[in-house]
């Protein structure tokens, strides 16, 4: 099983970013995807989220109206448009599968670096 992130990088404030996460050696349908961050010192938390069935998106209220989380079933491909970017989304992102039904059965990629900065 892997996932793997990419597409993280520097920008400047009011940039955007198209994070990237492909996944192997698991049913993708079986899965809900998601994006975490991790910003220094600070515990990892929930960006975005959804049913690889294409269900609802959920986000952090910190990213509503500016991240949008999608999936590609076919190229079992999950991404995470970052608009409107600002310092405080300064993370490391990562992709996170679970399993629909056996939800301790879950896998993590390496993780992005994003940062923002003038």
């Known amino acids: 099983v892997q996932l793997v992130e990419s597409g993280g990088g520097l920008v400047q404030p009011g940039g955007s970013l198209r994070l990237s996460c492909v996944g192997s050696?698991?049913?993708?349908?079986?899965?809900?995807m998601s994006w975490y961050r991790q910003a220094p010192g600070k515990e990892r938390e929930l960006v975005a989220a959804?049913?690889?069935?294409?269900?609802?998106?959920n986000y952090a209220d910190s990213v509503k109206g500016r991240f949008t989380i999608s999936l590609d079933n076919a190229q079992n491909t999950v991404y995470l448009q970052m608009n409107s970017l600002k310092p405080e989304d300064t993370a490391v992102y990562y992709c996170?599968?679970?399993?629909?039904?056996?939800?301790?059965?879950?896998?993590w990629g390496q993780g992005t670096q994003v940062t923002v900065s003038s």
């Open positions: 050696g698991f049913t993708f349908s079986r899965y809900d």
């Open positions: 996170n599968a679970q399993h629909k039904v056996f939800r301790r059965i879950d896998y």
């Open positions: 959804m049913s690889s069935a294409g269900g609802s998106r």
